[in-house]
């Protein structure tokens, strides 16, 4: 054992209690809160500014394009041939249900976690069983979030198709730049989801896992809710 | 103490069968915005741009206080996100006048 | 288990633990040793930075000199003011975050140890990439605003500008990452009793910054990322010609730029607001309306940025606005000003080093507040903008106000580091020459402002009425870098020959004069339960604080079992000893970092027709970042 003095320190602190009796050792903290959890929220509020600077400048250059294509009025190229708005509402109203369907599968999968271990009614229905299963849910958001990613891919390829580069104009420069960062945010996400998976399915997740879903699930959202703004100031304002 | 917060806010969170009704609500709202998007009648009104805003700012604080679970959460997450929310949308809405994008 | 060796003398300064050699410092995830790191990097950089200038006012002491070619003193111009913004104040006070924030909350690390090496790693090689261009004549020169599209490639082709938006944007991931960090600690790492009204100043002014940093450098990121894209990426964010708007640029960056000044100053307001006290020997005056008014300041700096672009034509709207606002915020400094020359007002001043360099602030800052007023009314800045009026204003509240509270704080606090003093003697020669030296450089040019010269010129004819204030500024430079020695001689000598100090050599009243100096690793042998604002001034003499509230009904007093009253810890253990459980020391930061490094240091090579280099070198850096945080996150803590 330690020093005459560091012991007595050491009982009258009591700190290692937990330790030597093989408990997980938890560390104060001032509000009784995890710490990873007051971080990520601090980085969606920062994140707000990000993309607050990213769609206003979007807003600001709307209509200030000299040539076309143009997102939401006619067009017409050096050949007088006109060209309908370049954006796609109903594809793009399809991804944006999927992505509100992915945040759907997101809460189910926190709540399959923290449920994990319960007891279930031998009478339950399948919507009852189903909502227990976390890999069937997390697997479900990454697969809808893939499906918005597909998606996005496709708008991207139909437009450069269609003429639309990064490089043709500031519409361009602007909606691919824009999208383009919510769409690596939404990458990022669906590797969290998988890792997530795959932590599930190596070693299980349970409900003293709760608060790694949490914060992935807040980060999820919230690329959802950036989205909702996305497609509404982006796609369907005159 | 932890506990004691963590029991509190368990109790208040939404069950599943409540996450699929606002799922439901959420996919109808976006739904109303597509289907107004192609009643010209309603794109020349007025009040068409204003009626989108308030429709994806109440999906969004659906998401927010629902889904992201902040109206059970502890008030420090709401501080720190409202705050950061409220700042950026003036510092975007004052950009946009400064671009001349609302004209006075 | 195995004997352990006599617990270490108190007050003998032996480093911060028995682990010592390189590996020790790469792999440290101690925020006292990161924050030891950040000083010694800062303070490099600073040099750097000092030195830069010396250049830049040898070549303007007298008219038509030829000491620099034009093309050099625009990269000189532009890597001093970059250096002293990013590379040297901001990481000096970060050093300072670092190394007190835990000990002043009574916390034994941050809230994220690895991260907060990742965030030191990354300020390194971002500084060391932004820095060794000059060397090669290929630095940025496009002033440290970079203003597009002056930087776009139309105007500036070669690879100078490349170094600039790179290393900007992972500086910003430091920063930012650091902020995150400190803000969850400063929110839950408090130790018992220690409710936010009871925080000592400097942690309260830190704790607006991190707010700041996180709010302000999205913009700056999104400006930075659309230059990105149009200088490798060929988009039209900032091209005219396109239909770009000239502006764009200038109000994303001065959207983050304003806040950015208060990051800059705050941290130093706060740490005279630890000097001033201590000197005084009382508390604080005012501090609910310092608090207060540290979170006025910092608000409202978000709401005042065009006050930088009155020239370009806003319209009288906007003008108005902005010229308000920005004369509002001069309010809560003028509170802050008022409040510190209370705290020494019928106190015991003692008249140290340190205690001058804050007190140099006060009167300093005011002088440069005060011309910031003065510019705040658009048609007297239509006379004063981009003239060395400016220049005059902005170093007066830099350098006479942020680098005079650094200064001072390093004296300060420099016992509590190493356990020993810095010599008095040599101080105050370095004291005196600064602060002459400044007023010789930067009164003048607030007249060769008004007399018309303009900033950023490298020559000017004879003739014009500048030439004595030039010279005057020169001649100021040189005093300033020749006591720079002074200093940079006392820094080095005193770590291991300066006079030893106990664990509160000054008689102050706040948390970290209770432990050892240098204080043990894990800071605190028990969490110390806090009643007060100056805990060890109840303890040693109550009468000083008998003023200030002690209340003990709070709701966010938490008491913790582990946790005893603040009382002076003498005795050092090692954290074994004591079963206090630390993080682990660890390099995967490191690998991290130089992951992020290496896969923006692609991007130059774009311009240069190198695509397989570029390639390479971005996917695998994109691959050492990936696998780096892997490793990272799924390696236990401790
Ligand atoms: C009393 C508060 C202050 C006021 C009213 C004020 C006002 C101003 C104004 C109006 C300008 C623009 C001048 C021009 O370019 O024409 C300016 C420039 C500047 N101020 Fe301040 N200021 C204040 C405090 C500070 C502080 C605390 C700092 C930094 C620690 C600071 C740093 C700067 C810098 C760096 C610039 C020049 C930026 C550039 O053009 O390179 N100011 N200030
Ligand atoms: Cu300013």
């Known amino acids: 054992m330690a020093s005459h003095a560091a012991a007595a320190l050491h009982s009258a602190s009591g700190a290692d209690a937990g330790h030597q009796n093989g408990h997980e050792h938890h560390h104060y903290t001032t509000t009784g809160l995890d710490n990873r959890k007051i971080a990520i929220w601090a980085f969606l509020g920062s994140e707000c500014m990000l993309f607050a600077s990213l769609i206003s400048t979007y807003l600001i250059y709307k209509g200030k394009s000299i040539v076309g294509p143009y997102p939401t009025t006619e067009w017409v190229n050096e050949a007088g041939k006109v ?69 996005q891919a496709y708008e991207f390829t139909s437009f450069v198709h269609e003429g639309l580069t990064l490089k043709t104009n500031l519409f361009g420069s602007t909606f691919f730049t824009l999208t383009g960062f919510h769409g690596a945010h939404v990458t990022v996400g669906v590797l969290w989801l998988m890792s997530l998976l795959w932590i599930d399915r190596t070693r299980g997740l349970g409900p003293k896992d709760e608060l790694v879903v949490d914060i992935c699930a807040l980060y999820w959202h919230f690329v959802d809710v950036v989205w909702i703004v996305i497609f509404t100031l982006v796609y369907l304002i005159s | 103490m932890s506990d004691d917060a963590k029991h509190a806010t368990e109790t208040h969170h939404p069950t599943g069968n409540q996450y699929l009704k606002i799922a439901i609500i959420l996919t109808v709202i976006t739904a109303i915005e597509v289907w107004a998007y192609y009643i010209p009648a309603l ?62 | 288990m195995a004997t352990i060796a006599a617990p270490t003398q108190a007050g003998k300064p032996d480093a911060y633990s028995n682990t010592t050699g390189i590996w020790s410092w790469i792999a440290t995830t101690d925020h006292k040793r990161i924050g030891t790191l950040y000083l010694w990097t800062a303070l490099f950089f600073f040099l750097v930075g000092g030195l830069e200038a010396v250049i830049i006012r040898t070549q303007l002491m007298r008219p038509n000199m030829g000491f620099v070619s034009a093309d050099t003193y625009n990269q000189l111009f532009t890597m001093h003011g970059t250096t002293m913004v990013f590379l040297a104040i901001m990481p000096l006070s970060a050093a300072f975050f670092n190394f007190l924030i835990p000990l002043q909350i ?24 932004l820095t060794v261009p000059i060397l090669f004549h290929v630095a940025p020169n496009g002033g440290w605003f970079g203003y597009a599209p002056l930087t776009s490639n139309q105007f500036s082709p070669g690879n100078n500008i490349d170094f600039w938006v790179i290393g900007l944007q992972v500086l910003g991931v430091s920063s930012l990452a650091a902020a995150f960090n400190f803000i969850t600690t400063i ?46 990426f060929g988009t039209t964010f900032y091209a005219i010609a ?10 994303l960056f001065w959207v983050f730029g304003h806040p950015e000044v ?70 809560p400094t003028g509170v802050k000003i008022f409040n510190w020359i209370a705290t020494m007002w019928a106190g015991e001043i003692r008249f140290t080093v340190a205690m001058k360099f804050a007190i140099a602030l006060i009167g300093m800052f005011t002088i440069g507040g005060i011309s910031g007023v003065m510019h705040s009314s658009p048609p007297a800045d239509l006379q004063q903008t981009d003239t060395y009026f400016i220049v005059a204003h902005f170093h007066y509240v830099l350098f006479g106000g942020s680098i005079m509270g650094i200064l001072g704080g390093i004296y300060f606090y420099f016992p509590k580091m190493t356990g020993r003093f810095m010599d008095e003697r040599l101080g105050n020669w370095h004291f005196w020459g600064t602060f002459v030296g400044m007023n010789l450089t930067f009164f003048p040019m607030h007249f060769s402002g008004l007399y018309g010269m303009p900033r950023r010129v490298y020559r000017y004819d004879a003739g014009q009425g500048w030439d004595l204030f030039n010279l005057m ?10 006591s720079t020695l002074f200093f940079v001689w006392n820094f080095v000598r005193s770590r291991t020959r300066g006079a030893v100090a106990g664990s509160d050599p000054w008689g102050a009243g706040t948390l970290e004069w209770s432990i050892p100096s240098p204080p043990p690793e894990y800071n605190f042998a028990q969490l110390p339960e806090v009643s007060s604002r100056y805990p060890l001034w109840d303890l040693k003499d109550p009468a000083k604080t008998a003023g200030i509230d002690h209340s003990h009904a709070d709701a966010m007093t938490i008491t913790d079992a582990h946790a005893v009253p603040v009382h002076e810890e003498t005795e050092r253990f090692t954290a074994k000893e004591l079963g206090i459980p630390m993080p682990l020391p660890t390099a995967k930061p490191l690998f991290t970092a130089v992951g992020l490094m290496t896969m923006f240091s692609g991007l130059p090579f774009l311009r240069n027709d190198m695509f397989a280099v570029a390639m390479t070198l971005t996917i695998g850096g994109a691959c050492m970042l990936i696998g780096g945080l892997y490793a990272w996150l799924t390696s236990p803590l401790e």
């Not at chain 2, 700012?57 to 996100?81: G, P, Q, T």
């Open chain 1, 83 to 151: 060209f309908k708005p370049i954006l796609d509402i109903p594809t793009t109203s399809a991804s944006t249900a999927v992505l509100l369907m992915s945040s759907f599968a997101m809460v189910l999968a926190l709540q399959a976690v923290q449920l994990k271990g319960k007891e279930i009614a031998a009478t339950a229905s399948w919507w009852e069983r189903i909502q227990r299963s976390s890999q069937f849910w997390l697997a479900a958001t990454a697969f809808l979030g893939a499906t918005f990613l597909g998606f």
């Open chain 2, 43 to 104: 794109v020349a009104s007025p009040l068409f741009n204003p009626a989108l805003i308030i429709m994806s700012a109440l999906k969004f604080a659906i998401v927010v206080l629902y889904y992201m679970h902040i109206k059970f959460d502890h008030s420090l997450f709401r501080l720190l996100f409202t705050a950061s929310l409220i700042l950026a949308m003036c510092t975007g809405t004052a950009l946009m006048f400064l671009f001349g994008v609302f004209k006075l």
């Open chain 3, 106 to 129: 009574g916390a034994r690390d941050v809230a994220f140890p690895r991260l907060n090496a990742f965030s030191y790693w990354v300020y390194l090689l971002g500084g060391i990439f």
């Open chain 3, 187 to 232: 929110i839950n790492m408090r130790a018992p009793g220690m409710t936010l009204m009871r925080m000592p100043m400097f942690t309260w002014m830190s704790f607006v910054v991190q707010f700041l940093l996180i709010l302000a450098f999205p913009p700056i990121t999104v400006a930075l990322v659309f230059l990105i894209m149009d200088r490798f």
């Open chain 3, 242 to 251: 396109a239909g770009a708007d000239p502006l764009l640029w200038q109000h």
């Open chain 3, 262 to 331: 208060y990051i800059l100053i705050l941290p130093a307001f706060g740490l005279v607001s630890e000097i001033l006290p201590t000197f005084s020997k009382k508390p604080l005056f005012g501090y609910n309306v310092m608090v207060y008014s540290g979170i006025m300041i910092g608000f409202l700096g978000f709401g005042v940025w065009a006050h930088h672009m009155f020239a370009v034509g806003m319209g009288a709207v906007a003008d108005t606005i902005f010229s308000m606002m920005t004369m509002l915020i001069a309010i």
């Open chain 3, 473 to 482: 500024s020169t001649y100021g430079t040189y005093l300033i870098a020749v």
